[in-house]
């Protein structure tokens, strides 16, 4: 079983990058040390007092190089850009940490090989919140920095990897609701989103973005994906693809969105309302 390390969390800017995209689910291997983690998100659905088990993989796909981890616990959370915010576990309101056990505690993975390691959860039989409660599964290792010619330099860094953990107690609502849409003032190939969500459970957007001629033919498609956390607010950019290849004149860009994390709705997704902007090609 685990021993909790509560000193300071820090992740290196590259592994941030690679632990979010969209802060839905990051690469299964990390290019920066060549190490992976699957699932890299879990949602479970939890009642007070109920037991389940989860079993995360971490692989190293370096052909020659060994690599040891240590595995521990964190709380997480997003702020305001949808960037990872880790903190010692349980120092958290919403922490799970204290409800979870796991093993090995270390890990030494020769090259091209992987291992499990089995969480073990315990919801405690009172839980005075619903909604959603969380921990983050962090993987660690320290590799020395190579120089120019790919040589060790005599300079370590720490890297980390986290699978992130979701445990929702029902009943709960999750209610995003977009409070504004823009184009970006200094990029006017950016959309900016302002969403607010007061439910107790995270908020799931998945959806397009769809750019139309006068016509109402869509020329041009961009992915929307975006969390945002219970009683939180965030900040949504997402870069408009295509836009090069339009004609000069004007479009429409109109949105589906959906939150596909709705408990209140037996789970099913929910459509979310978002106000049309209009687009003008030069």
Do not use: C
């Amino acid at each position: 079983m685990s021993t909790r390390n509560r000193s300071s969390l820090l992740l290196s800017s590259a592994l941030i990058a690679s632990a979010l995209v969209s802060a839905l689910a990051y690469a299964p291997i990390a290019s920066a040390f060549g190490v992976g983690v699957q699932p890299s998100t879990v949602e479970m659905t939890v009642k007070p007092g109920d037991r389940q088990r989860q079993v995360i993989t971490v692989g190293n796909v370096h052909k020659s190089k060994t690599i040891s981890l240590t595995m521990g616990l964190a709380d997480w959370s997003l702020d305001k850009n949808g960037k990872l915010v880790l903190d010692a576990p349980g120092e958290t309101e919403r922490s799970a940490a204290d409800w979870v056990r796991f093993s090995p505690a270390s890990v030494t993975l020769k090259p091209e090989t992987s291992q499990d390691v089995t969480v073990e959860i315990s919801t405690p039989f009172k839980v005075e919140q619903k909604g959603d409660h969380r921990f983050a599964l962090l993987a660690t290792t320290m590799l020395p920095e190579l120089d120019a010619r790919g040589e060790a330099s005599g300079v370590w860094n720490r890297y980390q990897l986290a699978s992130l953990f979701y445990l929702t107690l029902t009943p709960s609502k999750s209610l995003p609701v977009v409070t504004s849409v823009a184009l970006k003032p200094e990029d006017k190939s950016v959309i900016t989103m302002e969403i607010n969500n007061e439910g107790d459970a995270h908020a799931r957007l998945q959806g397009n973005a769809f750019i139309k001629d006068a016509s109402g033919e869509v020329v041009a498609e961009t992915p929307l994906n975006a969390v945002v956390l219970n009683g939180g607010e965030r900040t949504y950019e997402v870069k408009l693809e295509d836009v090069s290849d339009l004609e000069a004149g004007a479009y429409s860009i109109d949105f589906d969105l959906n939150n596909t994390f709705a408990p209140q709705n037996k789970f099913r997704a929910m459509d979310v309302e978002v106000a049309s902007v209009e687009y003008v090609a030069e």
